[in-house]
């Protein structure tokens, strides 16, 4: 597997290219653009691992104003190419192109003040113009998560893990067979333990499409881990005995986080 960071030093030269017929695209039109509007590079672009595969690639572009209820993106940038898709979407060229969002501020705020993926996508952003600094301060607020917050979300993910993998849930699937019920329960634990991981490195938790591959480069996780993760994603609990080697698994994941919150001061080590 190549990591996040490999290949984003890999991509440099590409994504370079990308953003300046982005930025480019974008500056061309400014004139065009209410003087209030934030304009915001998000998404692969500004993360620093686009490439364009053999189905093509989108940059993402966000624009956030006060009031954006009589603009129109498709007067400005063109018609929307792709309206299946949940974006107004105008091509540079077969392969690529650009898809524009449009958020009030006060919208942007809600959205990343209540979902982790949203605060996640928004911090990894690059800012390309902001009046008044507006974006540029929500997102210095959501960067600096405070100790007692990151003490709080890491112990939701270890409390709910340790949840889903308790004697009784697993005894009261089992006596029914209901294997995949359980296999079920072994894949939100997955999330919570890999959630936990973001938590405790006092960062947000990203997209579940990113949530297994964002976590090898973590700087504080269980010895083994690459392993760990293989075993948790490779077997399916569909039967008994996959099911108890998985359960087994999820225990010493739930010892190793309570191992950790001990170690921080956030729970007494005699908690059971």
Not at 35 to 41: A, C, H, K, Q, Y
Request: aromatic share 10%.
């Amino acid at each position: 597997m190549t990591h996040f960071s490999e290949f984003v030093k890999e991509q440099i030269p590409e994504v370079a290219e990308l953003k300046r017929r982005t930025v480019d695209r974008v500056r061309a039109a400014q004139a065009s653009l209410p003087s209030t509007i934030s304009i915001l590079l998000t998404g692969s672009v500004a993360r620093g691992d686009a490439r364009v595969g053999p189905f093509g690639t989108y940059a993402d572009i966000m624009l956030v104003g006060p009031d954006l209820s009589g603009f129109d993106v498709g007067a400005v940038f063109g018609p929307d190419e792709e309206p299946e898709l949940p974006f107004h979407c105008v091509l540079l060229d077969p392969d690529f192109g650009i898809a524009f969002q449009t958020s009030t501020l006060v919208e942007l705020e809600r959205r990343a003040t209540s979902s982790d993926p949203a605060a996640f996508a928004l911090c990894e952003s690059e800012i390309i113009q902001d009046p008044g600094d507006a974006v540029a301060e929500l997102i210095r607020q959501l960067q600096a998560i405070p100790i007692d917050r990151a003490k709080e979300r890491s112990l939701q993910h270890f409390y709910r893990h340790g949840y889903l993998i308790g004697e009784y849930r697993y005894e009261k699937w089992a006596n029914r067979g209901a294997w995949p019920q359980i296999a079920q329960l072994h894949n939100e634990a997955n999330e919570c333990f890999l959630s936990f991981l973001h938590c405790i490195q006092g960062t947000y938790v990203p997209r579940k499409d990113w949530l297994v591959y964002l976590s090898y480069e973590l700087s504080e996780k269980p010895d083994g881990f690459a392993d760990i993760v293989t075993e948790l994603y490779t077997r399916h609990s569909l039967d008994e005995d996959i099911a108890m080697r998985k359960g087994q698994l999820h225990v010493r994941l739930q010892e190793w986080m309570r191992g950790y919150a001990v170690s921080r001061g956030w729970i007494p080590s005699d908690e059971s």
